[in-house]
């Protein structure tokens, strides 16, 4: 163009909408690949979440509800942890039940740290923990006067009535298993021997099976066994899992006054290495044993395996790496409540299979 000829007037309006225009569309397409990548990413996280949302690893812990009720068999008020499966408000169905019973100085918490909430959500089956504290699940032979310690009664009569009254559960020895850690591996597997019409699986962790034998050799010698461990009787503390009982609540408190046996017979009477030859083959309940292989208490449990296979008793037994703590415990109860589950659905199925005889005519 001559520098000499007019310039045209600009219209600047025509630019700033072309301006506009051009920001809308570079707005539009920013925005459809930021939703592309939101999707990608958000498509990428969905599938590794999947990728690790099988069994209870993709589910939230089932709700833990903490229920007092009053102890005929104590003469007060005491308290369990109920877990319900994930269907059962919708279900009706009748459901059945494993019993869980913690170990010396721990409480009815114990196996809320141990997996058993987040286990369930692969199990149809209603969990109770029960509380007994020191007391090693028996039916003590001398209380201290203002104590009622029958503690076996107390799990056997009114934890499993509670339960059964309250609970849609399968109300019948094969809708029931009991197992436990450590002295609550003592006590799940000297109550399920004891009363074989109650459970049709009885288990143990780490159990210190051995504790009623080896209590009735010391009394037969002269000696008196009782306490485990003196400190506990005047700990003004809980050792284990904070809890919040009146009167319930420290060493001290939770401690039994009095004597567990006061002569050999007691302890023969709940003692897993007698009880369990005493009892017709079939009316004996399923038995499942683990225990750590550095686990202090692992010598128990061998001997009482040794006992079973000396008489050929079925039992199931497991030992893997592991000491007397919960890492070990809590990789080793799902295995647990794998089996007991489904011993308990065999049963309540009843279903036998026909041999198949390949050479028959």
Same mark, same amino acid.
């Given at each position: 163009?001559?520098?000499?000829?007019?310039?045209?007037?600009?219209?600047?309006?025509?630019?700033?909408?072309?301006?506009? #225009? !051009?920001?809308?569309?570079?707005?539009?397409? &920013?925005?459809?690949?930021?939703?592309?990548? @939101? *999707? $990608?990413?958000?498509?990428?996280?969905?599938?590794?979440?999947?990728q690790y949302s099988v069994g209870h690893i993709g589910f939230k812990p089932l709700p833990v509800t903490d229920v007092r009720f009053y102890s005929k068999s104590l003469q007060r008020d005491m308290h369990i942890n109920v877990i319900l499966p994930r269907r059962y408000e919708k279900s009706g169905a009748r459901y059945p039940v494993l019993y869980l019973c913690h170990?010396?100085?721990?409480?009815?918490?114990?196996?809320?740290?141990?997996?058993?909430?987040?286990?369930?959500?692969?199990?149809?089956?209603?969990?109770?923990?029960?509380?007994?504290?020191?007391?090693?699940?028996?039916?003590?032979? #001398? !209380?201290?006067?203002?104590?009622?310690?029958? &503690?076996?009664?107390?799990?056997?009569?009114? @934890? *499993? $009535?509670?339960?059964?009254?309250?609970?849609?559960?399968?109300?019948?020895?094969?809708?029931?298993?009991?197992?436990?850690?450590?002295?609550?591996?003592?006590?799940?597997?000297?109550?399920?021997?004891?009363?074989?019409?109650?459970?049709?699986?009885?288990?143990?962790?780490?159990?210190?099976?051995?504790?009623?034998?080896?209590?009735?050799?010391?009394?037969?010698?002269?000696?008196?066994?009782?306490?485990?461990?003196?400190?506990?009787?005047?700990?003004?503390?809980?050792?284990?899992?904070?809890?919040?009982?009146?009167?319930?609540?420290?060493?001290?408190?939770?401690?039994?006054?009095?004597?567990?046996?006061?002569?050999?017979?007691?302890?023969?009477?709940?003692?897993?290495?007698?009880?369990?030859?005493?009892?017709?083959?079939?009316?004996?309940?399923?038995?499942?044993?683990?225990?750590?292989?550095?686990?202090?208490?692992?010598?128990?449990?061998?001997?009482?395996?040794?006992?079973?296979?000396?008489?050929?008793?079925?039992?199931?037994?497991?030992?893997?790496?592991?000491?007397?703590?919960?890492?070990?415990?809590?990789?080793?109860?799902?295995?647990?409540?794998?089996?007991?589950?489904?011993?308990?659905?065999?049963?309540?199925?009843?279903?036998?299979?026909?041999?198949?005889?390949?050479?028959?005519?």
């Amino acid at each position: 163009m001559s520098p000499d000829m007019p310039k045209k007037p600009v219209d600047r309006r025509n630019h700033f909408k072309a301006g506009i #225009l !051009s920001l809308r569309h570079a707005a539009g397409t &920013f925005s459809v690949l930021l939703l592309s990548s @939101v *999707i $990608g990413c958000s498509f990428l996280g969905r599938y590794q979440e999947r990728q690790y949302s099988v069994g209870h690893i993709g589910f939230k812990p089932l709700p833990v509800t903490d229920v007092r009720f009053y102890s005929k068999s104590l003469q007060r008020d005491m308290h369990i942890n109920v877990i319900l499966p994930r269907r059962y408000e919708k279900s009706g169905a009748r459901y059945p039940v494993l019993y869980l019973c913690h170990g010396f100085t721990s409480n009815y918490h114990e196996f809320e740290y141990v997996g058993v909430p987040q286990y369930l959500n692969m199990f149809d089956m209603i969990t109770v923990m029960v509380d007994v504290g020191n007391s090693f699940y028996v039916n003590w032979a #001398l !209380s201290e006067p203002g104590q009622s310690n029958h &503690f076996a009664d107390h799990v056997c009569q009114d @934890v *499993i $009535g509670y339960v059964d009254a309250h609970y849609r559960t399968i109300a019948d020895r094969k809708g029931r298993a009991i197992n436990g850690i450590s002295m609550g591996g003592f006590g799940a597997i000297s109550l399920g021997l004891a009363h074989p019409e109650l459970f049709c699986s009885i288990g143990s962790h780490s159990g210190a099976l051995k504790w009623a034998a080896n209590y009735g050799d010391s009394l037969a010698q002269g000696k008196q066994s009782w306490p485990f461990w003196p400190r506990v009787l005047e700990d003004t503390l809980m050792r284990y899992r904070n809890i919040d009982i009146k009167g319930y609540s420290t060493m001290k408190e939770r401690t039994p006054k009095g004597l567990p046996f006061v002569k050999p017979e007691d302890a023969d009477r709940v003692d897993p290495f007698k009880l369990v030859l005493q009892i017709p083959r079939e009316r004996l309940p399923h038995i499942y044993l683990d225990c750590g292989d550095k686990d202090f208490l692992i010598s128990d449990t061998q001997a009482f395996m040794r006992l079973l296979m000396a008489n050929d008793i079925p039992f199931v037994y497991g030992r893997s790496g592991g000491v007397h703590e919960e890492d070990y415990w809590g990789r080793e109860i799902s295995v647990s409540m794998a089996v007991q589950y489904a011993v308990m659905l065999r049963n309540i199925w009843a279903r036998t299979f026909e041999v198949y005889d390949a050479w028959r005519k």
